[in-house]
């Protein structure tokens, strides 16, 4: 069975930092692209960002451009996100998710990892 | 980039159609045919209902069909069941800057 999980979320003050990570299993993660989406309880989804299959590639939100960084450990099957300067608005429920690789989709999901910045 | 937009909250009775628009902008839906429809269930992970404007994935109920004409797309749930009752989110590829734009999001019920 493919799947992945996310784990790493928790309470950080404003300003600070935390690192996500998104353990995969069941399929060849080092030839699949990986994204990470977010989402405020009761609110809808968010593309945050991507990654090629190699790392060679990223891609991000404007809104955390300059602040989150994506990675992966082809090894480790492991997806990352470390997130810095942490705002308010950042507080949210963090998927991961693989992009199809035959098409634009994106057909693997975990079930999150929570993130809550507040002083 | 800005979401696309849906209309919040569609409703209709059992056995019936609805359909769930998804209007977007040059950058997005009105370039690419590669807008993608996610169900979502309270508490759960959004899961894949179509791909590329109209293809569903193997396992999805063919129920589920989408279309696209000029900025908006759209998803029609036929044979409406109680099992649908669920929110359903919009994707459209948007270039490679910035790849992925969801839509705002529309919950629909099940009279």
């Known amino acids: 069975e493919m799947q992945v999980v996310e784990s790493g979320g928790g309470l950080v003050q404003p300003g600070g930092s935390l690192r996500l990570s998104c353990a995969a299993s069941g399929f060849t993660f080092s030839t699949s692209w990986m994204n990470w989406v977010r989402q405020v309880p009761g609110k809808g989804l968010v593309w945050v960002s991507r990654?090629?299959?190699?790392?060679?590639?990223?891609r991000y939100a404007d809104s955390v451009k300059g602040r989150f960084t994506v990675s992966r450990d082809n090894a480790k099957n492991t997806l990352y996100l470390q997130m810095n300067n942490l705002r308010a608005e950042d507080t949210a429920l963090y998927y991961c998710?693989?992009?199809?690789?035959?098409?634009?989709?994106?057909?693997?999901w975990g079930q999150g990892t929570t993130v809550t910045v507040s002083s | 980039q800005s979401a696309l937009t849906q209309p919040a909250s569609v409703s209709g009775s059992p056995g019936q159609s609805i359909t769930i628009s998804c209007t977007g902008t040059s950058s997005d839906v009105g370039t690419y045919d590669l807008v993608s429809w996610y169900q979502q269930h309270p508490g759960k992970a959004p899961k894949l209902l179509i791909y590329?404007?109209?293809k569903r994935p193997s396992g999805v109920s063919n129920r589920f069909s989408g279309s696209k004409s000029g900025y908006t797309a759209s998803l029609t749930i036929s044979g409406l069941q109680a099992e649908d009752e669920a929110d359903y989110y919009c994707c459209s590829y948007a270039g490679s800057s910035s790849p992925y734009v969801f839509g705002s999001g529309t919950k629909v019920a099940v009279l």
């Open positions: 590329e404007g109209r």
């Open positions: 998710a693989r992009d199809n690789l035959d098409y634009y989709g994106m057909d693997v």
């Open positions: 990654i090629n299959n190699d790392g060679s590639s990223t």
